[in-house]
């Protein structure tokens, strides 16, 4: 199974990754996994590293809708992106951004950062979601058992949001409730069906940890979709719950 079929996502659209713990790695992974046999546009809504804009696909610095189209017609996979201080890529021109969809299979973007860190708050000002997509929550299950002061970028907004103080240790019913929250990663997501959960890090973890998390998931938004995985693995899905069980 590619990880694409394990999150339940469609044959085409638009799809929003947040959270922390393997951002990058997912968006790397679903590129390569859609551009196969489909036409996928890479971006960011806030700020990537030159490297990973390259690992992507062709870089298009700048561009019109116009270079864009011609770039797919050579290449599966594109990232689009500005320039952008300090070796970074910025969010690429509103009027490229806007005809992406109707140019490519999908159109894929890291919508927030997490600096490193395995989970996350968001502050005011994020995610960046592209409009009408697909959400996936990812979470680095490292985090699990550890001070949410120590693994969480933005603990205070954290700890108010769950009710604990910052330095209390992050358990798996924590981690659901962080990754469920309208105001932690399933933040501007109108429709709960769009979303989907991405526990990375299995290998860090025992596994009844792991499926802790999934379960408490699945009961504070029945349905909702979560695999477990460990993307530095070649076969990297190790459990995935459906929302029926």
Not at 100 to 110: Q, R
């Amino acid at each position: 199974m590619r990880l694409c079929e394990a999150l339940g996502l469609p044959e085409s659209g638009v799809l929003s990754l947040v959270g922390g713990g393997g951002k990058s790695s997912l968006l790397l992974r679903l590129t390569k996994e859609w551009s196969v046999d489909r036409r996928v546009v890479a971006v960011t809504t806030t700020h990537i590293t030159r490297a990973q804009g390259e690992a992507l696909g062709l870089l298009l610095l700048g561009g019109s809708p116009d270079a864009l189209h011609a770039a797919l017609r050579e290449h599966s996979a594109v990232c689009a992106a500005l320039s952008a201080e300090g070796g970074k890529l910025s969010p690429p021109p509103p009027t490229l951004l806007r005809a992406a969809p109707t140019l490519a299979d999908w159109v894929l973007a890291e919508a927030d950062g997490a600096h490193g860190f395995p989970v996350k708050a968001p502050a005011c000002h994020e995610p960046v979601l592209l409009p009408g997509g697909y959400v996936v929550g990812v979470a680095g299950l490292s985090a699990l058992g550890r001070p949410l002061s120590e693994v969480c970028h933005r603990p205070s907004l954290a700890a108010t949001l769950l009710g604990v103080p910052p330095g209390a240790a992050l358990t798996p019913s924590l981690l659901a409730g962080l990754l469920t929250s309208e105001h932690g990663q399933r933040k501007g997501v109108e429709d709960p069906a769009r979303f989907r959960v991405l526990l990375n890090q299995a290998d860090m973890v025992p596994r009844h940890l792991a499926c802790a998390a999934a379960a408490e998931i699945e009961r504070l938004l029945p349905g909702c979709r979560v695999v477990i995985a460990s993307l530095r693995e070649e076969d990297c899905i190790k459990e995935v719950f459906d929302g029926c069980s």
